[in-house]
């Protein structure tokens, strides 16, 4: 008598197939999870670099301005200046997959005065590259410059 105590080839096929089903289902769900994540992390941090050269632009009594290119979609700049004389300059990059859909801004810049105050509202449109739907939209109040974020309008 044999004592079989494994499984048949039949049963490891069967069980392979279960598992490439259940991941064919799950994989893209969690992808476009991770990918809604990073857009949330990137408004966040949108409205952390508004409300950075808004508190700048008071601290060192000159113009912050938030720059978008439209050129190279996925790149940003903030500036500090004093008249003509610039105090602090960076370049920063959207991160992965994220891009600029559109901006409502002059010239594709945001200007905050010596007091705080805006040169104007206005909105950011960033988004998932190549997904129109999946988007964050940032608000800058006109008078007060509060800035916030309105997903997936």
């Known amino acids: 008598m044999f004592n079989n ?3 048949t080839f039949l049963e490891i096929i069967i069980t392979l197939v279960i598992i490439g089903i259940i991941s064919a289902i799950t994989i893209p769900a969690v992808s476009a999870v ?5 857009l949330q992390v990137t408004a966040k941090s949108m409205v952390s670099l ?23 979609p996925d790149y940003y700049a903030i ?13 920063q990059k959207f991160s992965k997959g994220i891009e600029l859909f559109r901006t409502d801004f002059p010239r594709n810049s945001f200007i905050f005065d010596e007091s ?6 206005g909105q950011v449109i960033i988004g998932i590259l190549g997904n129109e739907s999946m988007k964050s939209n940032i608000h800058v ?3 007060s410059g509060r800035v916030y974020i309105e997903e997936g309008y």
């Open 5 to 7: 105590k494994g499984f």
């Open 34 to 38: 991770i990918e809604k994540k990073e």
């Open 50 to 72: 508004f409300r950075y050269a808004q508190e700048e632009a008071v601290s060192a009594e000159a113009q912050a301005i938030i720059t978008f290119c439209k050129d190279t």
């Open 79 to 91: 500036e500090i200046k004093r008249e003509d004389i610039i105090l602090e300059q960076k370049l």
């Open 116 to 121: 705080g105050a805006p040169s104007e509202g």
């Open 141 to 143: 109040s006109s008078g």
